[in-house]
């Protein structure tokens, strides 16, 4: 081999794997999801719409949010204007991603249908999807949910002893698996307890350790594992209970505008404008 091809062909590896390793700023992800909805819903420019999903959707892997579902409207909207998104493939990824909603991913059966995929293997696809998750982390957090509640509202000590250790259980967590995202833990716990995570991080802010709590969530939405709305509502949270003006403003809107909006857009989040837009056609559709 020439040395000057050795050269090439070692530039080349290590750019491959510096891609690889690449750590990404979901942030960016969620700024670009909005600016790509605000084109389809507010614009109402759903072909351009589709071509931005795309690519955002090459260089990230994609989630579909709880309210925005830019996943599944990306997936519809290229189905519906007949534009490849990925066939099978990007299906299956679909399907993966709305299993922890409960029934939700059956809504999918007419469009998996539609490309070979029948209600059976869907059915099967979430079946594999739930053996998957992490067996011991469900444990804890069904524990985790069921003593959040222990207490509550009467006996003050007690709720604050439960929160030190659902505090503690989360930065065990950090450590060895991360942020206990539904892909990890689902949303249903044993016996179908409900693990409501928004709550339990809410509940995060009567903790001695929350000041570190805060600052290592923050660090889960740069990574993509815990979303805007759930690390919003937990600073809300914190900040009305302090009796201070809250910076995101999911519950009350009557605050700044401006100042909201900012704030907003530094993790991710639509504007109030937006997210109103959001929540009414969600409303709509059901």
Known sequence: MKPYTYYILLIILVSFLSCKNRKFNYITYYSKVNEVDSIYRIANQPEKAIRKFKRLFQKYEPKNQELTEEYKTYIQLADHYHKDFGGKKS??????????????YK???????????????????????????????????????????????????????????????????????????????????????????????????????????????????????????EYALMSDTYDYYRNTAVRYSLRNNSQDSVRINRNRKSIGLPSIKHSSKIRKDKVKKK
């Open 107 to 229: 809504k999918l059966y007419p469009l998996c249908r539609k490309y070979g995929i029948d209600s059976l293997e869907v059915d099967q696809k979430v079946a594999d999807w739930k053996k998957n998750l992490n067996k011991r982390l469900v444990d804890s957090f069904t524990i985790a949910m069921i003593r959040d509640q222990d207490g509550r509202p009467d006996n003050i000590p007690l709720v604050y002893r439960n929160i030190e250790k659902n505090a503690d259980l989360f930065f065990w967590t950090f450590e060895h698996y991360g942020f206990p995202d539904g892909q990890k833990i689902g949303r249903l716990g044993n016996n179908d307890v409900f693990i409501a995570m928004p709550t339990l991080l809410s509940h995060m802010i009567g903790s001695k350790k929350y000041p570190e709590f805060r600052k290592r969530l923050f660090e889960y939405v740069q990574s993509g594992h815990c979303s805007p709305q």
């Open 91 to 104: 299906l299956y990824k679909l399907i993966t991603l709305a299993a922890p909603y409960g029934n939700d």
